[in-house]
């Protein structure tokens, strides 16, 4: 996918997701670059604290010992060298994007103007991309949704005329499942799949769950939020909003979906600058509201496309990594298996450290985290496929030697846990 926007899907176009400092929330403390970080970090020589082993066991610097190397850097004089792998406990993938506690996408049925005209400017004020689902024998005017298409938008398929595929035969339904992504694929110039599919009216029989994976990669049929391994990508659940509708109850499912690790999708038909709406017809008065309220918990939560987010768990579930040594050192290797020409997403992986790390550097790919005395976990991005050099660097401390075997080098020897699957 194009690089600007797959990021503008991501993480809206600021690249931020619309929550400011939220990323560096979520990693952590980030390190400034080289320079200023290790000149608070050498001022600390001599005096580093090392807090234990394990809680019960209070670790002296000469413990690192058989761990470490001595790296001689130009601007810094000499600096240790930690083996990563004995400080770094476990890789995981986070379960959302940036290690956010949730997602959220936002869906818009049946092809409105108003999507166009208001849903896509309130999302883009606050750093948000949403996903159009149209029914494309009503679409009079393409041009609009190969703009939101290309302001980083998903255009999800709602098939041709809105049958519900109950009323259908397995040929017909196909039928209308075919023409639907195939006049969008004809009409929008830029994406080469539609990944979301959504069933008309909320009918999705479970016969039907087959044909459309023939087609696409996920799909909206079910209520309420989805955990974050769904059973069924072919039945994913959304919560949909009628008259009267109400900004508390919107406000309430979020919070829900926080509280329980949750992806929220909340789906819309028309928005209208109207005070009051009717049963499809949402006012643009609450729908900001609720917007309001989802940008208030941007550091809760991951806001991107439905088809993002399918792709997301679907690399989660998939991802798979190791810390290997390589030419240019030890790498932390990320694979999912999954094909790459599909699952291009950037993923999220939380980093471990054992207890009782002292302050020291995180080199990881081309950025630098200082992690502050007793962190135990950071997130950073990884891109499946690739091979990340991590490098663990100190200021050298009395008692911390690159020489000799440390009585405790053996307890602090961890291998890297990585769950197959969550
Ligand atoms: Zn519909």
Redesign the pocket.
Known sequence: MEEARLRARLAGHDGEGGGGSMRTRAMGFRGRGGALGWAALILLGGQLILAGCDESSPLRPADLTGLAQIHRTPDSGDTVAIDPRQVIESVRPADWYQGKRAACSLVF??TSWSHYSLAAPEMEARGFRGTF?L?TSVVFDWSIWQELDERGHEIAN?TRY?ASMSTLTPARAEEEIVNGRDDILAHIPGPTRVDSF?????DAPSWCWEIVARYHRCARGAHGINPPVPGNFMCLAGSGYYHPFSVEEMNANLDQAISQGGWYVPYY?RLTNQPEGSHLVCPVRIFRAHLDHIAERSGDVWVAPFGTVAAYIRERMALRCDLVDTFSGCCLHVWTGLDPAQFDLPLSVVLTFRVGMPEFILRFGNESFRVAEGTREITVEVQPGGYTPVRIEMAPADGLQASGLAACSQRLHSSIACPTEK
């Open positions: 049925d049946d689902a029914v709602h809105h959504v069933y008309p009216n909320g038909h």
